[in-house]
């Protein structure tokens, strides 16, 4: 019978894409936009080329495990632990998102907690059901989150503006290349490719991480494109607003079902890989008993930062130095491990 | 005086009783009420491991105490001289055995030997215009034949006891299936008889590999249970592994498809079923085509096939027959059906308390003068309307089928125009119910079908409590847990792990026959092609 370990390819690529993707519905447009103006194409053009570079030269290099390159043990616990640290950062940023999203629309007077407590449930038991859950979610549900979002933005073609591309390069070429590094940061997700070895035959990780980057570099496009064409709306929650089906009046009911869904399993994983992080940090014989403690820390530390105006320009700020986890460290790494023709062989 | 008697009367009642008793004498009122209390008479228990003995009095005497005889009325024995001088005795159960095949084949036969002393040879060649004659040589044996249905011969000084195959009772004909009906396809489906349904199956599938081991489930029920695999085809690991929780079920009675189904399940406690169950041949027929397992019990219309993905309890017999793109079709509507059977209500909850924007205005207008009599919230009005929906439906399952469809045509058209004529509920729940029942009425598998059932409630309050977001987040945990559980070390979503492309384009839609080139791989059979690339060969031609 099928192995208990395993993922297949598909669900891997989906649950990379849901990963980089998530925040598509809501604050990425905006800081692209933000960043580069009318060049928000240029900048997103720009990050996923930097991500594809590295990754083929990862990919080059090695055999697809970061760890091997990391030859002293001390080494590798610390990445972890600093993964784990900054993985559950993202998981209370975007928990805090979720509910700042659903206190802003639909549930302005229900208290934290009573908003918190079906995603802390979803991701707990999501989680704590294991790789096969987590990964079988996101091959059942991705499909169609992105999909959907998709079709129904193509009904506002008729509200597309094409001047607002012009110019061209926005707010400038540095606008758009240099500061398009810490835009690098949206991707910061693609850190929990480096750990799918243990779920996947790492000789074969280049077939997720390669359709994970096109198809999520594709669905940045369009969303963003979308976003971008409509002119007055920054978010695609907004340009959702504004779409005309026949069958309904407004569609921000469909929007908040598809954003929460995708955000369940965001956090879903992102909590599954922040225990597996710590469990690889502090060598624990399993990540099980993590899940309850790491759920109620994300809740908890998420209502602070929520209340408090501080915490959150903080997660702001911060947010803009996550790109050095995934992309700088291996890279420095690379650079300087030694046998690098050997480690393959490894 | 008065006085006295009230005060003897009212205050203690003994102490009218004794004043009385002194004067007259009442006798002690009987205690008739039955108390049930634990037992310690208990017969003692036979060791029915022994041997059959030579000698026939024993033997019978033995025999007698196994069935409490004369105390059992349906256990019959018939003593006989085997040629007019060995003493003989036939056991079995009235009614599960042909009464003329015993007559004719066993006692004239036996009766009319020349007389000289017999032998076991002697006895097997006289029976051997019977059927089947099996020798035994325990007690143990002889009481497992005769509640088998056969009969059993026990002679005077052969040590040896034959049991005959009679079994001949009455039972139910071939019919067409109650809960799979199909326009296209065969009308057959299986019976309570075991054998009848291995017959089936076998003129289904005419094929030498295909294996019928036959096991017994249950110590004290002992009842046969047939486990069917394509020996060449099937993936031996799945046939030791169903073999191995068959004959671990470690009760004393096992009577039922549903029972066994739930002994051997994986998670006993998932909302899904993890078993595929059928009354038709042809479809176990095919799941054994695929690689997969099926195991039949008897006195069970229905065959337990595993292991299965999620796909196959969303597909319908219908869907082989017909030509592909009506298939599709019917498949798509079916699926919006399911989906509408388990959300629709709580969407419409949902919509209704908290995405109002979501209603075009004059819907909504209708609505809000539609609802403006109903003095109950939303939630209070759908649930009303859903518990008598399924209170209708389990009331009509459970009356004669003619009263039936008057339970229901009562339930639906008569109950909920006075529900809405009492402003009790607005026409739009009664609408959405209905739909949900209709919806539910698409399930082609009759074991999902409660699962959405009681999806559907869970729904209803999540939709209340959270709108959207509820709803969002009963769907995620439905799909975690559905993705958690395994159907014989498959998971139920494998055919959306992708491993060939044929799994998953049959997650959604039907492929034309000439197409199913490949066994799923999550069957991992042992041959994976079910037919060549090219199986339309005449247009090569």
Known sequence: MNSTKNISRTQGICLGVNLLCNKLFLLTPAFFIGNAGSGALFSVLTVYAIAFLFFSLFFKKTDGDLFALMKKMWFQRTFHFLSFLLTLFCCVVNFSLLIYFLKA???PKSPYLFLALPFALCMGVCAKNGMKSVAGTAGFFVPFLFTIPLLLLATTVKNFDLTQLFPLFGKGVKAIFLN???MLSSLFEVLVLFYLPAFYPKQKLAGIVRPTLAISCLLYLLIIGSVLLLGNSHTAGHAFSLLQTGFSGRNDGIFLLIYTLSGMLYLASMLFFSAEMFQKAFPLPTKNVLFLPLTLLIVL???????NQEGQAFLKNAGLMLWLMPFSVPFLFLLFAKNKKELKHD | MHIFY???????????????????????EADNTFHLTGTSDAPPALNLARSISESLAENLAFAEQIYSLPQNSDIKVRKFTVGNLSSAFLIFVEGLVRDDTIGNHILAPLMLLPQENVSTEKVMNTLILNNQVTLLETFSEVADEVNLGNCILLVDGITTAFSVDVKGWDRRGIDAPITEHVIYGPHEGFNENFKVNTALIRKNLRNQNLICETLSL??????????????????????????RRLQNIDADFVYQAGEVEQFIEDKSFSLSPQLLTTERPDKTAAALVEGKVAVIVHGSPFALIAPVSFTEFLTSPEDQNVRFPFANLMKGIRLLGILSSFLLSGLYIAIVNYHREMIPADLLFAIEAAREAV???????????????????????????PIGSTVGIIGGLIVGQAAVSAALVSPLAIIIVSLTGVGSFATPNYALNFTFRFARYIYIFLGAAYGFLGIAAGIFLHA???????????????????????????????TPSWKREKRHAYVQAQQTDMQQEISRKWEEL
């Open chain 2, 480 to 510: 975690t847990l559905l993705c958690a559980v395994k159907s014989f070390g498959v998971p139920l979503f494998s055919t959306l792990s992708g491993k060939n492309r044929a799994s998953i384009l049959s997650f959604l839609f039907q």
């Open chain 1, 105 to 107: 629309t639909v549930f």
């Open chain 2, 6 to 28: 009230n005060l003897l009367y009212t205050k203690d009642m003994r102490n009218f009783h004794f004043i009385k008793n002194i004067f007259t004498y009442t006798p002690k």
């Open chain 1, 301 to 307: 530390y998420s209502e602070i930062t929520f209340l």
């Open chain 1, 180 to 182: 398009g590094v810490f």
């Open chain 2, 375 to 401: 003095p109950f919230s939303a939630l209070f009005e759908l649930l009303l309307m859903e518990v008598s929906f399924d209170i209708i439906r389990e009331a009509s399952l459970r009356v004669p089928s």
């Open chain 2, 218 to 243: 249950g110590k004290q029920s002992k009842t046969p249970c047939a486990l069917l695999y394509i020996k060449n085809v099937t993936n031996r690991a799945l046939v030791r592994e169903m073999r």
